[in-house]
């Protein structure tokens, strides 16, 4: 596996990071490093040499271990995606008074949405300061802004990804201050039709619910235009600026 257009896709069983993974190998000399819990969907199965999938509990040690498998792989990461998002699990669904908050859900939530990516960032620091001007994208959601908080509800789904942001702008002001020239994407997909947004969709018209592939075009193309400062943004499918 060659270095210089290598692209490392976290939570890569993801419906949007699936698309993704698709796209990025019709690109010329890319290729793509996937990661997720699970196996390789059925829709990538034709994806050749160019795609590398591994598999991950997300424990510390198993992140640990990965990454440096990705080291030996990609010396130098072209791009990161880390796509790990939880809304609904199982028994549990988004609280929409505090009556239904639970300690054990809050904590997996947060777990999974804010504190797996910095797990992951810090055990890729090594790799991603030897790649000047890679291209960090998180997930994020427009339900994660503070400041665009209008309906209240869904506490720790919003809580985690608020979180998050503030996690992933201190990662980027260390990275900046060591001068590592990184660019930091926290992306809201709009609401795409996958297996999180599911039991949701059903208020949404039919214009605003997104495919996974048009969302994944659009990111490629948003990377492709993304100036290089700020050093973190916080943007939405149609490259407008969300409220923190
Ligand atoms: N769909 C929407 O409308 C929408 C809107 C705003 C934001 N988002 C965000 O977009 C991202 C991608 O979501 P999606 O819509 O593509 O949903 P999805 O198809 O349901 O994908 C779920 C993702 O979360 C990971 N995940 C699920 N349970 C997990 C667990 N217990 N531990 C660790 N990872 C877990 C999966 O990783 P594995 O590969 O390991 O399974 C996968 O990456 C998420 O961060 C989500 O919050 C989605």
């Known amino acids: ?60 040690a198993s992140i640990a271990e990965l990454a440096e498998q990705v080291s030996q792989l990609a010396p130098q990461l072209h791009r990161l995606f880390i796509c790990n998002g939880i809304l609904h699990d199982g028994d549990y669904q988004p609280e929409k008074r505090l009556e239904d908050l639970q300690l054990d859900t809050v904590q997996q939530v947060m777990r999974v949405n804010a504190l797996l990516p910095m797990l992951w960032l810090k055990a890729l620091k090594p790799g991603l300061r030897r790649s000047p001007g890679c291209q960090v994208t998180v997930f994020s959601a427009r339900v994660g802004s503070i400041g665009d908080n209008g309906k209240g509800g869904w506490y720790a789904y919003r809580a985690s990804k608020a979180a998050l942001n503030m996690l992933l702008k201190n990662a ?50 948003l990377l492709d235009e993304l100036p290089p400062e700020p050093a973190i943004q916080f943007l939405d499918w149609d490259g407008k600026t969300v409220p923190w």
Do not use: C
């Open 1 to 60: 596996m060659t270095a210089d257009k290598t692209s490392l896709v976290i939570g890569a069983g993801s419906s949007i990071a699936t698309a993704l993974i698709g796209q990025i190998l019709q690109e010329s000399d890319s290729r793509v490093i996937a990661i997720s819990r699970g196996d390789k969907p059925e829709s990538l199965a034709q994806a050749g040499g160019g795609l590398h999938w591994l598999q991950s509990d997300y424990s510390e």
């Open 172 to 221: 980027a002001i260390e990275f900046n201050r060591l001068r590592h020239q990184l660019q930091f994407l926290l992306f809201h997909p709009g609401t795409t039709d996958t297996a999180l947004s599911r039991p949701f969709q059903d208020a949404v018209p039919e214009d605003k619910l997104f495919s996974p592939e048009f969302v994944a075009s659009r990111l490629l193309g």
